[in-house]
């Protein structure tokens, strides 16, 4: 299984996923999409965001934040301060569901996640050809 980013599901028709791949998404990143949604400064980007987030909605079962993920958030985030690193608070998040389901992580933000390397694959994704603004 592969935890796709925030930052990723953003953009997720800009990239090539494979189909004999799993892929899931965080209730942490949905939480995030949703103040995006709540931050738009217009009637254009509320709905652009709206849509992005129902097709979401209709694509994922959000993975909750769990006991067995605060666990792992132990893990992942006292290994990051040990060798110094700050710990960012979402992205240790979702390195410990990952952690906690065996799962690597996609992002666009590979520096974010290197502090928890020692336990959680950080994978890049794959652009789409032909993908213009």
């Known amino acids: 299984m592969i935890i796709l980013d925030t930052n990723v599901l953003i953009d997720y028709d800009r990239y090539l996923?494979?189909?004999?791949?799993?892929?899931a998404a965080s209730i942490l990143s949905r939480a995030e999409l949703e103040f995006g949604v709540q931050a738009?400064?217009?009637?254009e980007q509320i709905a652009k965001r709206t849509?992005?987030?129902?097709?979401?909605?209709?694509r994922f079962d959000w993975l909750p934040m769990d006991k067995e993920s605060?666990?792992?958030y132990g893990l992942v985030a006292a290994g990051?301060?040990?060798?110094?690193a700050k710990v960012r608070g979402k992205d240790a998040l979702i390195a410990a569901q990952a952690h906690r389901h065996g799962a690597g992580v996609m992002t666009?933000?590979?520096d974010d996640f290197k502090p928890f390397a020692h336990l959680v694959t950080v994978l890049a994704p794959t652009p789409r050809l032909g993908i213009v603004d």
């Open 17 to 23: 996923f494979d189909a004999g791949e799993a892929y």
């Open 40 to 43: 738009a400064t217009s009637p």
């Open 51 to 58: 849509q992005r987030l129902n097709q979401l909605d209709a």
């Open 70 to 72: 605060t666990r792992s």
């Open 80 to 84: 990051a301060k040990a060798t110094g």
């Open 108 to 110: 666009l933000s590979a």
